[in-house]
């Protein structure tokens, strides 16, 4: 009984693991005029700057922006320290 219970405690923190909320800053472009932002956004999946890039070049793209930089990826933790900096693009991507 020990072990099941050892078992299911171990499955459920891993599994509270792999849901943790991951976030990506990064810098964009917009062509003619030029046109530059820096923002926040929230990204699926495994929390890697090679798979925030894949998402947001996508998202970004949809809306007639390029990608230009992952500055980095991180947890909640990192939200308010970056806010005012993204301005109107916090989350919005």
Known sequence: MKQI??????????????????????????????????????V??????GNATGQLRSRLAAQGWTLLQ???VFGPEGLDQRKASAGQYYLRF
């Open 44 to 49: 699926s999946g495994a929390c890697t700057a």
């Open 5 to 42: 219970t050892l078992t299911l405690a171990l499955i459920m923190a891993l599994a509270g693991t792999a849901q943790a909320q991951c976030f990506a800053d990064y810098k964009a472009k917009q062509d003619d005029p030029l046109r530059l932002h820096y923002g926040v956004a929230q």
């Open 70 to 72: 992952v500055q980095s």
